[in-house]
């Protein structure tokens, strides 16, 4: 029987551009934008395994899978199969999540929300979680003013 033609393997790239996808980026380079920190891989390395013109490392596999979910087997070998991430929620961490990687792997789990939508949504959480923190102590913090930092008296 002659497959050939008519059945061809997905390859790493491929898989790469469906996660990519599947987090809600229309282009590999507005997802290395988003993610440059926690993926900590040059952008022409994140083209060159788009594109196909490099395979896949074991160590940008395990830094997509951290990013953009499945696993490392799945961006080398197609492991465990072609599915998209989940987007149901189910597999969500419980609890608060405060690491701003893992924040805006939730944010772009969020279909319809563009790459500038996370930003801003990222900013906004990361200046609520700032606002909320513990309060200030005594001691004038860095950046603010003496006035900022002043008790307000209650006179009599």
């Known amino acids: 029987m002659n497959v050939g033609h008519s059945v061809r393997m997905q390859e790493q790239k491929d898989r790469l551009i469906q ?3 599947d ?5 590999p380079t507005d997802a290395w934008r988003a993610n440059q920190r ?3 891989i040059s952008q022409d ?4 395994n788009t594109n196909g013109n ?5 160590k940008a596999a395990e830094k997509y899978a951290r990013v953009f979910g499945r696993t490392a087997g799945w961006y080398l070998y197609g492991e465990g199969g072609s599915t998209p991430a989940p987007t149901t929620g189910d597999d969500l961490p419980t609890g608060q999540v405060r690491e701003p990687k893992a924040v805006r792997k939730l944010l772009n789990r969020i279909g319809g929300l563009t790459p500038a939508n996370v930003k801003v949504l990222l900013s906004a ?3 609520f979680q700032q606002a909320n923190a513990s309060p200030p102590s005594q001691d004038q ?3 603010q003013s ?3 930092n002043r008790r307000h008296e209650v006179k009599p």
């Open 23 to 27: 987090a809600g980026f229309s282009k």
């Open 146 to 148: 003496a006035h900022a």
């Open 38 to 40: 926690a993926l900590d």
């Open 54 to 58: 490099r395979p896949i490392s074991k």
């Open 141 to 143: 913090h860095r950046g």
């Open 19 to 21: 996660a990519i996808r």
């Open 45 to 48: 390395l994140m083209i060159s």
């Open 125 to 127: 959480i990361q200046g």
